[in-house]
């Protein structure tokens, strides 16, 4: 079946790091963009960082630039969101949605990976 997982949620405490994975099965990501999503309780899903897969150069929000990281594996079956100095606000539901370059087959999101930052 043709979808994408995202895993690696947890409760971790301000200041401390996380990695999610996004793992395509019955593709890869080579001609994909991934992007990761998140949203909390009554609002709307925000984009936080998105990652050509091909050029290996990823975009991020301003609230998380020089926090979060995303990258891929040689296989280009994982995406990954390096999470660093996490803070309160960065807890929500995070997702992954997988976009092609040539505009299908897809989008395919997962079906979310809760994080949660307290103390």
């Known amino acids: 079946q043709v979808q994408v997982v995202e895993s690696g949620g947890d409760l971790v405490h301000p200041g401390g790091s996380l990695r999610l994975s996004c793992t395509a099965f019955?593709?890869?990501?080579?001609?994909?963009?991934v992007s990761w999503f998140r949203q909390t309780p009554g609002k709307e899903r925000e984009l936080v960082a998105r990652?050509?897969?091909?050029?290996?150069?990823?975009m991020y929000v301003a609230s998380v630039k020089g926090r979060f990281t995303a990258s891929v594996d040689s296989a280009k079956s994982t995406v990954y969101l390096q999470m660093n100095n996490l803070k309160p606000e960065d807890t929500a539901v995070y997702y992954c949605?997988?976009?092609?370059?040539?505009?299908?087959?897809?989008?395919?999101w997962g079906q979310g990976t809760q994080v949660t930052v307290s103390s």
């Open positions: 019955g593709f890869t990501f080579s001609r994909y963009f």
């Open positions: 990652l050509s897969v091909s050029a290996d150069i990823a």
């Open positions: 949605n997988a976009e092609s370059a040539d505009g299908y087959p897809g989008p395919y």
